[in-house]
């Protein structure tokens, strides 16, 4: 049984913040974990990545911005954004990828998303 949960997201004003989560259940053996995002007439795009090691991958658009981060034994991703822009409005979606050995990848999985709101 999978089962992904988000939260956090949100209205805020321009240069507000919000921190998003998503805990995972039944996914296993995860190897990365981050969000992505769609904004109204554009296509789904990473927003921030974050491999089981540790490593981290963001969007140029949020570097500097937006902290990803994980907590391995809840099975948990965070997004913290700080300093929020109108353009980041969107819905923000989890990613979960869990090696298959049947398939010899990565299979993802998506929560359901929460949106962002910014504006005055």
């Known amino acids: 049984q999978v089962q992904l949960v988000e939260s956090g997201g949100g209205l805020v004003q321009p240069g507000g913040s919000l921190r998003l989560s998503c805990a995972a259940s039944?996914?296993?053996?995860?190897?990365?974990m981050g969000w992505y995002h769609h904004a109204p007439g554009k296509e789904r795009e990473l927003v921030a990545r974050i491999t089981i090691t540790g490593i981290t991958n963001y969007a140029d658009s949020v570097k500097g911005r937006f902290t990803i981060s994980r907590d391995s034994a809840k099975k948990t991703v965070y997004l913290q954004m700080n300093s929020l822009k109108p353009e980041d409005t969107a819905v923000y979606y989890c990613?979960?990828?869990?090696?298959?050995?049947?398939?010899?990848?990565?299979?993802?999985?998506w929560g359901k998303g929460t949106l962002v709101t910014v504006s005055s």
């Open positions: 039944g996914i296993f053996p995860i190897t990365a």
């Open positions: 990613n979960v990828v869990a090696f298959s050995v049947a398939d010899g990848k990565g299979i993802d999985y």
